[in-house]
């Protein structure tokens, strides 16, 4: 009867709609904002308490490739299987390895190995070779939900879905382990459907996406890592692929940049189904960043570059809609979309240091506001920046900067900065457009890596010193003070100078160099 309750339990919460936001593809979302809106467990006031801690890591198997090793893993928070109730987290290793752990009992659920006959160049800083993309689950373009919770964050624009499916479609089914890789002779067939409704599953099953080395798109079942359908070309081989995300198990999109493995620079669609692919060249600039794109709700693709243009694409066709050049910049960091009253913003970081946010709706025109520079900051590339809105409804930007912030800007200090450090900026109001007001400064963190934002708790990472060996360190940080919470302090043993975090039930996730994954939150409760 306990058995039969619980069943009965789950699949009433799978008949409502989906309150738990899955961290899909790096940077969480679609608009690249690395804000988790809502944890169960994590808030400003548990992360300082003693019960969040080291909850396990885990060695893995790859090989390093110059300064990278594992990618920022994607998460599964509630799968339902023939092996019962699963949490997942999907990485993938430089090597050319996809691992699949078990985060709830800390254990490999399965593993798979893809390129391990390819000649791999060289490693260089530029064009290290391997698997360069983090993985991707499917994600829709509509901005998050948060869980009913009116006035802290912005607004879907589009209905929300249930895990049950679409009209006609039928409820989700559970899938037995294969006895042999599963290849489907053809394609499901589509239903039709609103843009930005997302489609949980393929008849009944999930999948997880992995850009590979010799540039194949892989689809592999969620709960086995078994080939859905055999893979498809997708990029030349050894190209430097940033930023995989899949849009509603329809059309994947990646950056590339670098020239490596003589591969324009760029953005790349490909169509799913078809097979088709597209492609935009940035031409003289390089693609700028770590993350790739970011996206509208409506599908339009930013993409910055080098060169000092943020570009708008159209989805799928990567048609250029329109572009804005800033005089004599150079842009560092990939774009974040930020929803203010219903309009999308973007924001792009420079080479000096400074935040430039532009308007969507005129992104040729000019810039709507724009932070100061700082000295040094030609010495640091960022990769990427974060956005979050509070419980007042205040938009906040986050942006890694190395060395000392710029002075003068009103920014609250949390310390004497010397090395580098978290500067949080607010998007307020102002005669009728928008401008930043200085926030605050994080405490000094030698090489921040790009944070991330969990139910108001602002994680931020110095990721260590590959030359002298530096370990890396994780902070937890109040989203509005900037205040230290909590820091990991020597439990991590290793650098980490291009690993990223991800988030999500209860838990934060960093790999460091030495191919260890590290699990900090909460244990489990019995």
Known sequence: MRRLAAWSAALSMMAL?????????????????????????????????????????????????????????????FLISHQGFRSLAFLGGSEGAVFTIDTDLARKEWERRFGMEMQYPAVTAECPGGMTSSLSRPTTTALPALAGISGFGSRRREPGVSDVGQPGQGAVTLAARPAAPVVSPEAPKRNPRSQAAPRRSLRGLTLVYALTGDGDLRRMLASNGYDYEPPIPFLPPNANAQGLIVVDDETAYVATSNGCGGVADGVWALDIESGKKTSWKSGAGTVAGAVGPAMAPDGTLYVATSDGRVVALEPKTLSQQAVHKASGQS?????????????????????????????????????????????????????????????????????????????????????????????????????????????????????????????????????????????????????VSGKALWDSGRTITAPAPTGGLSAGGGRVYLGAHDNTLYAFGFPIEH
């Open 17 to 77: 709609p989906a309150l738990a936001q899955d961290w899909t593809t790096i940077g969480n979302d679609a608009q690249r904002s690395s804000w988790l809106r809502s944890d169960s467990k994590i808030t400003p006031t548990t992360v300082g308490t003693p019960e969040f801690q080291l909850a396990w890591k885990m060695q893995l198997e790859n090989e390093v490739r110059g300064p990278h090793a594992l990618t920022p893993p994607v998460l599964l928070d």
């Open 331 to 479: 842009f560092v960091t990939a774009p974040v979309l930020i929803d203010l009253n219903d309009k999308d913003y973007i924001a792009v970081a420079a080479q000096d240091g400074s935040v430039h946010l532009l308007a969507g709706a005129n992104l040729s025109g000019a810039e709507v506001a724009k932070t100061p520079g700082y000295a040094g900051a030609q010495k640091f590339a960022p990769g990427a920046l974060a956005t979050w809105r509070d419980f007042s409804g205040s938009t906040w930007l986050l942006q890694p900067i190395g060395g000392a912030p710029p002075s003068g800007a009103g920014l609250s200090s949390n310390g004497s900065v010397s090395q580098g450090a978290i500067v949080a900026w607010k998007i307020v109001e102002k005669d009728g457009g928008y401008a930043f007001e200085g926030g605050w400064v994080s405490p000094d963190l030698g090489s921040p890596l790009p944070p991330i934002v969990v139910n108001g708790v602002v994680f931020a990472a110095d990721g260590g010193d590959l030359a002298s060996g530096r370990p890396a360190k994780l902070y937890a940080l109040d989203g």
